[in-house]
């Protein structure tokens, strides 16, 4: 297993969804609607941030325990077909699908499925590379990940450094809007995949924590996304989230009814395809 999740367009493709990530223009102005923008963020609170996106889904271990509990086997039609990598012509549609094809290889990685693993890396270094992201990270920095794999905290704290090697690049080339869009892409994918893993999500404990869960990983994400909210891509994604964000409003921290979890279900597909 450890093999698996050892080669360097794997390491890249992880690494750069979490610069990109950070890498955007962090000021923020308050706003009187949707989402709430605010301070400019430290060091800290970066770090914060990569620790909670460092991983597309749960850890490997993590999922697996998790499905192992309710019998789900690894299901190849959830994840978006490679196939569809010559259908993303625009900057929006690659940046997205890079962050739906990253959380998918973390969900093919997780079942070792070997093949998988190896069409996802190939459709993601296509979008890495027509999205020319790969020149903002050095090979020092893979290796750094590639020797810290197993020791999270401490892949939070290289990616958390390198944020502020890279930051200068990727400010320089305009490419906020895209980190936003990549990680938009990974979290829409990472609920897919959950909702959808099972026919009756809403009877499964495990699987409902999971989604209760997203919207915390949604709220950040929105209130990331205000950075760069006069950016059409970013404003067209935030409307596109709008309606699974009204709805996670109104789920209780420690409980959610069954029609908004087929609400998030439906709308969470809808999103997905379009």
Same mark, same amino acid.
């Given at each position: 297993?450890?093999? $698996?999740?050892?080669?360097?367009?794997?390491?890249?493709?992880?690494?750069?969804?979490?610069?990109? $990530?950070?890498?955007?223009?962090?000021? %923020?102005?308050?706003?009187?609607?949707?989402?709430?923008?605010?301070? /400019?963020?430290?060091? *800290?609170?970066?770090?914060?941030?990569? %620790?909670?996106?460092?991983?597309?889904?749960?850890?490997?271990?993590?999922?697996?325990?998790?499905?192992? %509990? &309710?019998?789900?086997?690894?299901?190849?039609?959830?994840?978006?077909? #490679?196939?569809?990598?010559?259908?993303?012509?625009?900057?929006?549609?690659?940046?997205?699908?890079?962050?739906?094809?990253?959380?998918?290889?973390?969900?093919?990685? @997780?079942?070792?499925?070997?093949?998988? #693993?190896?069409?996802?890396?190939?459709?993601?270094?296509?979008? &890495?590379?027509?999205?020319?992201?790969?020149?903002?990270?050095?090979?020092?920095?893979?290796?750094?990940?590639?020797?810290?794999?197993?020791?999270?905290?401490?892949?939070?704290?290289?990616?958390?450094?390198?944020?502020?090697?890279?930051?200068?690049?990727?400010?320089?080339?305009?490419?906020?809007?895209?980190?936003?869009?990549?990680?938009?892409? *990974?979290?829409?994918?990472?609920?897919?995949?959950?909702?959808?893993?099972?026919?009756?999500?809403?009877?499964?404990?495990?699987? #409902?924590?999971?989604?209760?869960?997203?919207?915390?990983?949604? !709220? *950040?994400?929105?209130?990331?996304?205000?950075? @760069?909210? !006069?950016?059409?891509?970013?404003?067209?994604?935030?409307?596109?989230?709008?309606?699974?964000?009204?709805?996670?409003?109104? /789920?209780?921290?420690?409980?959610?009814?069954?029609?908004?979890?087929?609400?998030?279900?439906?709308? &969470?597909?809808?999103?997905?395809?379009?």
């Amino acid at each position: 297993m450890r093999q $698996l999740l050892n080669p360097k367009i794997a390491l890249t493709l992880i690494t750069s969804v979490v610069l990109l $990530l950070t890498s955007c223009n962090m000021k %923020r102005k308050s706003s009187g609607d949707g989402p709430q923008d605010g301070a /400019v963020l430290e060091k *800290t609170t970066v770090e914060e941030k990569v %620790r909670e996106f460092v991983y597309p889904l749960p850890t490997a271990f993590e999922v697996t325990e998790m499905l192992n %509990r &309710i019998g789900a086997a690894y299901i190849l039609t959830l994840s978006n077909p #490679v196939s569809n990598v010559e259908r993303y012509l625009t900057e929006k549609s690659k940046a997205l699908n890079l962050g739906i094809y990253s959380a998918d290889l973390s969900y093919a990685s @997780a079942y070792n499925q070997k093949q998988s #693993v190896i069409d996802y890396m190939d459709v993601s270094k296509k979008l &890495i590379d027509a999205l020319n992201i790969s020149g903002a990270i050095s090979q020092d920095v893979i290796e750094q990940v590639e020797a810290n794999q197993d020791n999270k905290d401490e892949l939070v704290n290289i990616i958390t450094n390198t944020f502020y090697d890279t930051y200068e690049y990727l400010n320089q080339a305009n490419r906020g809007s895209v980190s936003l869009l990549v990680l938009a892409g *990974t979290w829409v994918e990472g609920l897919y995949i959950v909702t959808h893993i099972t026919e009756n999500v809403y009877y499964n404990k495990e699987m #409902v924590t999971i989604i209760m869960k997203q919207k915390a990983s949604l !709220d *950040t994400l929105m209130e990331l996304m205000q950075v @760069a909210k !006069d950016d059409p891509a970013v404003a067209e994604t935030i409307s596109e989230l709008l309606p699974l964000y009204n709805t996670y409003l109104a /789920v209780e921290n420690d409980a959610i009814t069954e029609a908004q979890v087929l609400f998030i279900t439906k709308e &969470i597909y809808r999103v997905r395809n379009k």
